[in-house]
């Protein structure tokens, strides 16, 4: 006989009160499997993908994508065919579902996958089409986002997860056997008549929700609480860059090849050391600085799921080519949806970079509750007065903010100048 079963908002443990629903993967008829995800909920500090615990027929869904969810509401109603008595009872959600890290600030929070909680084991693999919604294979939105990224029809791939999942794994196998698909044919817009002068009024409605919610909230309460002042300081990077590509042609191939963020780094921690006052983090609520030992670097990287601020953790105690090594995997782990919440929480102090979009000036917003952001604009060749000649340097400018009130801006500027005398003159960097 069919029954009713009400699949609840899951208790993601850390005191979570509430949840934003972020996505449905489902529609009310639709058929669901068991474990086929549902929907993602996000926390303040992750992003929670909720499966099904049975097999049947969405009745209703418990709301829209951007409602709040208290813990132990109604998320989903099923249709429950040829109820069994242990289907009758009404265990509880997972206690931990596969959660996905959100980034602390500024990117506030960003969705990267963690190891998948403890289940019952599941029935085999199941052929395409069953339990699921037909014609619609079973995958979470980041493998989704990836089959449309390469061009596969995700009906090709042969699905080896719990229930018939299609696994990252799963894809990767069928592009290395495959290959990927006609990513341009598939997307090419087709050719349209140009209409030019022609006026529109269309409008997009485009709703703040889940990570680009948190990032805004994040921001807000950033400018909101910190008293902002921005430091500008031009630096002439020839020398480092002429060093920089001297150890690149002895020591790449052995030891990796360096970019400037390294050396940066390491510029940092000097500059640290003798102005710790900017490597602190600042309880506005109990009104104590905590000024810390290690130099915990969060570096700002821009991600398709959002803007994410890996930390590279005692970079005061790694040489360049392992802070190289630290800040490719890091920022790879990021954009690949693999880093954990511990990779992605606990900076003391951010950088921010660009690349060749750094402009010439920036202002970064503080990363709460740290009191001090670096941001790397773009080096750029341009002629330079220098004992009497005009000569071609390379400079670049940085752009710093603080919190004032925590950082005074004589120390802001003498901590600045510090890290611009270590940039200007690359062998300190190897003698700190």
Known sequence: MAGTRVIKVPDVGEGIAEVELVAWHVKVGDSVAEDQAL????????????????????????????????????????????DTPARQALAPAPAAPAARTAAQAPAASAVVRTAPAARAPAPAPAPSGSGAAPGRPIASPAVRRRAWELGIDLKDVAATGTAGRTTQADLEAHVATHGAGQVAAVRAPSAAVAQPLAERHDETAVPVIGLRRRIALQMQESKRRIPHFSYVEEVDVTELEATRAALNVRHATERGRLTLLPLL??????????????????????????????????????????????????????????????????????????????????????????????????????NRPEVAIVAVNRIVERPVARGGNVVLRQVMNLSSSFDHRVVDGIDAARFVQALRARLEAPALLFAD
């Open 39 to 82: 929907a993602d909920v996000m926390t303040d500090k992750a992003s929670v993908e909720i499966p099904s615990p049975v097999a049947g027929r969405v009745l209703a869904l418990g709301g829209e994508v951007g409602r709040m969810l208290a813990v132990g509401s109604e998320l989903i109603r099923i249709e429950v065919a040829q």
């Open 265 to 366: 780094m390491r510029a940092l921690v000097g500059a640290v050391r003798e102005f710790p006052q900017v490597n602190a983090r600042f309880d506005d609520e109990a009104g104590v600085v905590t000024r810390h030992g290690a130099v915990h670097i969060g570096v700002a990287t821009d991600t398709r799921h959002g803007l994410m601020v890996p930390v590279l953790r005692h970079a005061d105690a790694q040489d360049v080519w392992a802070l190289a090594a630290e800040l490719t995997r890091l920022a790879e782990a990021a954009r690949a949806g693999r880093a954990t919440r511990a990779e992605l929480s606990g900076s003391t102090i951010t950088i921010s970079s660009l690349g060749a979009l750094g402009g010439i000036v920036s202002t970064p917003v503080i």
